[in-house]
């Protein structure tokens, strides 16, 4: 094959495709808008899971690397009240389909993993648009030119390839979070830490509010705990917070959780970090396109959607299927191109509809687990 494939985004899922087309033999470049690798903190945890995630890695013969950094123990999972009663505590017995990973070290292993140079840093995308003769142009913030017979955006919620094969935008989902950090927990955080527990967080919220309000966290590597705020609260509420005076957002934000534990809002007013505004977003259930010869999209630029921890399982998939198909089709892109797309839409479709009703009904989907079978039988305070 003598196509060379241009891909807007270093995320996880620009990088599978990366990966899994050098595999296979066939040139690739990545364009990203960030500096460097490390220009930015690449997220938190993901448990990257059996029947998407890890078939991605393995398509990329990358699993052995996927295993070393394997935090162990954090597929544990304890769901308490606002109260602080435990209700469900489930231990990591080393059998679960989904280990947890830091999503920096993830990204860095498909990085190292590339030939020099694969990756241009400081490529900002300021338009695109197809030229007469079916290519399409790239142009950069920095005046730079790229000209390409295959583009494949890569390149999220905000993607600029996406005007080329669709006019959607991402809308508010009506929910946001909001992130906080507790580092050296086991000495500055002990009751924070012995809350959290060793893996995962699930805190819900009293009666009909279950669904529009509670609080995630992860133990991530080390003594870190990340926690996650989330509020179903409008755009306009959220802009009302002054997010640049940390001490009066903590205190705004806490202040929703009035009457709860101390050891649960402790996540929110011990914080050694200000705290962070992630708004949700998504696209329509279903998105798709007519097929425009020579470009795709992956990952959140094709189906973003609020999360429920699929989102980069889906991504790396899209990933390698496409640079998968490519390599089935070397002659005909187009074959290529419509092979993954009849796959992706049905897919991304399903997986939106459950993300947006696992957000929608997070509290009483862990109630209802709790009530047929799953509930522990703690009912002490969990600190």
Do not use: C
Not at 216 to 235: F, M, N, Q
């Amino acid at each position: 094959m003598t196509t060379h494939v241009t891909i807007i985004g270093a995320g996880l899922g620009g990088l599978t495709l990366a990966r899994v087309l050098h595999v296979n033999g066939i040139p690739a470049t990545v364009y990203e808008a960030e500096a460097s690798p490390m220009s930015r903190l690449q997220g938190g945890m993901l448990d990257i899971h059996d029947y998407n995630g890890q078939l991605a890695l393995k398509a990329a013969d990358l699993m052995d690397e996927f295993r070393s950094i394997i935090l162990e123990g954090r597929q544990a999972t304890r769901v308490i009240n606002w109260d602080g009663t435990v209700l469900m505590e489930e231990p990591d017995d080393g059998t679960g389909g989904r280990p947890e990973v830091q999503r920096g070290e993830l990204r860095q292993i498909l990085l190292d993993s590339l030939p020099d140079g694969t990756v241009r840093w400081g490529h900002k995308v300021s338009g695109t648009r197809t030229l007469d003769d079916g290519r399409h142009e790239v142009a950069f913030a920095d005046g730079s030119v790229v000209v390409t017979d295959l583009l494949v955006g890569a390149d999220g919620a905000w993607s600029r390839v996406r005007p080329l094969l669709s006019d959607a935008t991402p809308e508010y989902f009506g929910r946001s979070f909001v992130e906080t950090y507790l580092y050296e927990s086991e000495s500055r955080h002990p009751v924070a830490a012995r809350t959290v527990g060793g893996g995962s967080l699930f805190v819900l919220a009293p009666g009909e509010e279950a669904n529009g309000k509670w609080i995630g966290a992860h133990r991530e590597r080390g003594e870190t705990l990340h926690a996650y705020v989330i509020l179903a609260k409008p755009e306009e509420w959220f802009a009302s917070i002054d997010f640049t005076d940390s001490a009066a957002a903590t205190a705004r934000i806490a202040a929703e959780f009035d009457g709860w534990a101390p050891e649960i809002t402790a996540l929110i007013t011990d914080t050694d970090t200000a705290p962070v505004l992630r708004p949700l977003n998504w696209l329509p259930i279903g998105h798709r396109w007519d097929r425009v010869p020579g470009v795709t999209l992956l990952g959140d630029a094709a189906h973003l959607s609020p999360p429920d921890g699929e989102g980069a399982n889906l991504a790396m998939q899209d990933g390698a299927e496409l640079a998968l198909a490519i390599a089935a089709h070397p002659d005909d892109i187009e074959a290529a191109l419509t092979s993954y797309e009849e796959a992706l839409f049905p897919r991304s479709a399903a997986a939106s509809t459950a993300a947006v009703a696992v957000n929608e009904a997070m509290g009483q989907m862990l109630i209802d687990g709790l009530d047929h079978g799953e509930r522990g039988e703690r009912s002490e305070r969990s600190a």
